[in-house]
């Protein structure tokens, strides 16, 4: 739901609106879901048609003075206006104005299917293992960090935005590759006890390759082989081979 904030005094800043949906998280979120309701191809979005559907879902969902869902209508009204420009069948420099707006759909996607098994992951594993309680402690156990789905799309998005920007024309998805990534992480500790998060993640790394590099990670300490820790907050994320005898 939209809702505004209360009245402000003269000279404080004008009332703005707080955007509340439980269905979708963000204006890609809801374009995903259109083109997936109508069964289109991502490759070749009908701009027209879902530009309509697009605005209409606005007005139903009273999103209206939505900043950032008015900006995603913009965008596709812009790319709506660009497909209608006539162009020779001869001119080679003329790039599709879908480019992107696909590219960050495919990023999109990936990162749900992302989200959605770490979800499924986690709900198995407090359906499995009872949290434990020791008497003997007098203080309570460290509640484990919690993010809701939007904070945790918000987080994996900026790890994205860190690694190299694929070109325009580069909207063919890549499939994960964790077996491969689970390979690279038991060679690095091979050679050493301890690493880091850049010694098994290249600078210039691809989405793809940020997104295995993390499954590959949890799914390692999750079979006890190995222990992650970050001792503060956006500090680099440390990696410590588990010995046969802390496992047992």
Same mark, same amino acid.
């Given at each position: 739901?939209?809702?505004?904030?209360?009245?402000?005094?003269?000279?404080?800043?004008?009332?703005?609106?707080?955007?509340?949906?439980?269905?979708?998280?963000?204006?890609?979120?809801?374009?995903?879901?259109?083109?997936?309701?109508?069964?289109?191809?991502?490759?070749?979005?009908?701009?027209?048609?879902?530009?309509?559907?697009?605005?209409?879902?606005?007005?139903?969902?009273?999103?209206?003075?939505?900043?950032?869902?008015?900006?995603?209508?913009?965008?596709?009204?812009?790319?709506?206006?660009?497909?209608?420009?006539?162009?020779?069948?001869?001119?080679?420099?003329?790039?599709?104005?879908?480019?992107?707006?696909?590219?960050? *759909? $495919? &990023?999109?996607?990936?990162?749900? %299917?992302?989200?959605?098994?770490?979800? !499924?992951?986690?709900? =198995?594993?407090?359906? @499995?293992?009872?949290?434990?309680?020791?008497?003997?402690?007098?203080?309570?156990?460290?509640?484990?960090?919690?993010?809701?789905?939007?904070?945790?799309?918000?987080?994996?998005?900026?790890?994205?935005?860190?690694?190299?920007?694929?070109?325009?024309?580069?909207?063919?998805?890549?499939a994960l590759d964790v077996d491969g990534a689970i390979a690279i992480v038991k060679a690095v500790l091979a050679l050493r006890a301890t690493a880091r998060w850049r010694d098994v993640v290249r600078a210039d790394a691809e989405p793809w390759e940020v997104l295995s590099?993390?499954?590959? *990670? $949890? &799914?390692?300490?999750?079979?006890? %082989?190995?222990?992650?820790?970050?001792? !503060?907050?956006?500090? =680099?994320?440390?990696? @410590?081979?588990?010995?046969?005898?802390?496992?047992?």
């Amino acid at each position: 739901m939209t809702s505004p904030r209360p009245d402000t005094r003269a000279g404080e800043p004008q009332a703005t609106f707080v955007v509340e949906l439980a269905a979708f998280n963000g204006p890609l979120d809801l374009l995903l879901s259109l083109i997936r309701d109508e069964k289109l191809d991502i490759y070749d979005i009908p701009i027209a048609r879902i530009c309509e559907q697009f605005l209409a879902r606005m007005h139903e969902l009273a999103l209206n003075d939505a900043a950032e869902y008015l900006e995603m209508a913009a965008r596709l009204l812009r790319i709506k206006a660009l497909m209608l420009l006539p162009r020779h069948e001869s001119d080679e420099g003329w790039e599709d104005p879908r480019a992107e707006l696909v590219r960050r *759909l $495919l &990023e999109y996607q990936q990162m749900r %299917e992302v989200v959605d098994l770490l979800e !499924r992951r986690g709900e =198995d594993r407090r359906n @499995r293992f009872a949290r434990a309680w020791s008497p003997t402690l007098m203080a309570p156990p460290q509640a484990p960090l919690a993010l809701s789905l939007a904070e945790l799309l918000v987080a994996v998005d900026r790890v994205l935005r860190a690694v190299k920007k694929p070109g325009m024309h580069d909207v063919v998805p890549r499939a994960l590759d964790v077996d491969g990534a689970i390979a690279i992480v038991k060679a690095v500790l091979a050679l050493r006890a301890t690493a880091r998060w850049r010694d098994v993640v290249r600078a210039d790394a691809e989405p793809w390759e940020v997104l295995s590099a993390l499954l590959a *990670l $949890l &799914e390692l300490a999750k079979r006890s %082989e190995l222990k992650l820790a970050q001792p !503060r907050p956006f500090s =680099d994320v440390e990696i @410590r081979r588990e010995l046969a005898g802390e496992a047992a």
